[in-house]
């Protein structure tokens, strides 16, 4: 491999692919590696729960969803916004449209067909895909090396290289987090892994876990410090997953860090005041039907909710109206454990923004940008993701066209 003229991406994730499109759309010669036989593995895992690719709502609120990095994404995404991923995608002839919470979809075509016509495109404009090629740091020249299927360590001699490695969840997708040990040992301050938008582990009685694993509390709240979030929640064999569990995750964990177990409130009737249960159980007493009967002519309660109280609450609780409308209410879970990482939708931790600069090329490196879950920020479910990653990989391939421009200058000057 010798060829100092082409520019080097590693990694053919979104925001791999997104750098390749910038910079060969600039006129520039690309070659883009990957570890995998093949590109954008995650990407089609997003693909089979929906693809759900950005968000619609107003771009203030937008960069809220990344918390304490939300005045750095303010500025990725003036660079790249959610509007733009979707003119860019309409370009490729991907229509989306906006589902009823306000999530972006790609409108009748699935995840594999747009992969394969962004690929199709970059190959036209001249990118060249080298798949089954593992980045292992540098040469001795600073050049990136690569382990190649052959066994060989290849150095390619690009002029500049841009990292787009993904975080650490589900690493049979490639995004194994491997590269993280080769930046640490440059000095670059990396924070460790963590899951993001997992599931939380409950240690349930045989008796619960056997008959309701798989079955959905429908409709609830949960609440967690000060954050909620309601929905549909899956109970499992470990614990409980889907949407609302995922969106209250990082805060769990980080709860978790100072005690297990931590508490995650449940509201099963969310849609009845306490007061208006408590009327409705002013009967209870003199009833002659069983709490279950009761519970499901009162107030409507069905579905596993009636059994995960008698998990949770003593007999002498559920005999107790008042007792019971609050548990109802704020049922407290422990929660023992988040679920690991290699499960997570997404990983917080990774490189820190101040290691990089505004264009995010790495001080300790120059030539060098990072893009995508590489970097340390984290987001909900709900297309923050995906458009966190095709941002930075937008603002890293402008940084690094600015910066090759800049080079060429002062070659110029000397
Ligand atoms: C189950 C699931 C569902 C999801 N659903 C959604 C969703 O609906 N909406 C959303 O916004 N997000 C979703 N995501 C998250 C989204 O897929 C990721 O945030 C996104 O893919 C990150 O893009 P990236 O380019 O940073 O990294 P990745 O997509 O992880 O790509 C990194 C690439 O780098 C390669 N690589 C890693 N190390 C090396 C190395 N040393 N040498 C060479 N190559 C290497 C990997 O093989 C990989 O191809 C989902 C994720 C999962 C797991």
């Known amino acids: ?43 089609l895992i ?20 990344y918390g304490d990095n939300a005045g ?18 309409r370009k490729l002839g991907v229509e989306t449209f906006v589902g009823s919470s306000g999530r972006v979809f790609p409108k009748e075509i699935k995840a594999p067909d747009i992969l394969k016509i962004l690929i199709e495109a970059l190959s036209r404009s001249g990118v060249v895909f080298h798949y089954r090629h593992r980045w292992q740091g540098f040469s001795q020249a600073g050049f990136p090396l690569f382990l190649a299927e052959s066994g060989e360590l290849l150095e390619f001699p690009a002029k500049t290289l841009l990292l787009a490695l993904g975080g650490a969840s589900w690493p049979q997708t490639g995004s194994d987090g491997s590269w993280a040990t080769l930046l640490s040992a ?4 990396l924070e460790p892994f963590r899951p993001a ?24 709240l949960l609440r967690c410090g000060d954050q909620q979030a309601n929905g549909d929640v899956m109970i ?4 409980l997953e889907g949407g609302p569990v995922y969106t209250l995750s990082s805060v769990m964990r980080e709860l978790l860090k100072k005690n297990s177990p931590a508490s995650l409130f449940l509201d099963l009737k969310r849609d009845l005041s306490l007061e208006y249960i408590l009327e409705k159980f002013s009967a209870y007493g003199r009833s002659k039907e069983s709490l279950a009967n009761f519970l499901r002519k009162t107030i409507h309660l069905t579905g596993p909710a009636y059994s995960l109280l008698r998990e949770i609450c003593s007999p002498e609780e559920l005999k107790k ?39 995010l090329m790495l001080h300790k490196l120059p ?16 297309g923050y993701l995906l458009q966190g990653a095709f941002s930075t990989g937008y603002l890293a391939a402008q940084g690094l066209r600015k910066w090759l421009g800049k080079q060429a200058n002062s070659l110029q000057g000397n």
């Open 186 to 189: 440059k000095g670059i301050h």
């Open 72 to 89: 750095i994404f303010k500025k990725i995404l003036a660079g790249f916004s959610p509007d733009d991923l979707r003119a860019w995608l």
């Open 197 to 220: 938008n997992c599931g939380l582990e409950v240690a349930w009685s045989e008796h619960f876990r056997s008959r309701f694993s798989g079955k959905p509390l429908k409709n609830v």
């Open 321 to 359: 109206p008042a007792v019971l409308a609050g548990q109802l209410k704020n049922l407290r879970i422990p929660i023992n454990n988040t679920r690991p990482l290699a499960e997570a939708i997404s990983s917080a931790g990774g490189i820190t923004f101040p290691e990089v600069n505004d264009d």
């Open 236 to 239: 499992t064999d470990y614990g």
């Open 367 to 382: 030539g060098v940008f990072v893009a995508g879950e590489m970097l340390d920020w984290e987001a909900p479910t709900g």
């Open 46 to 65: 997003a693909g089979r729960g929906g693809l759900n690719i950005t968000h619609s709502e107003p771009v203030e609120t937008f960069v809220n969803r």
């Open 1 to 43: 491999m010798q060829n100092d003229t082409r520019v080097a991406i590693v990694g053919c994730g979104p925001a791999g692919l997104m750098a390749a499109t910038v910079l060969s759309a600039a006129g520039l010669a690309v070659d883009i590696f990957d570890a995998k036989g093949s590109a954008g593995c995650k990407f």
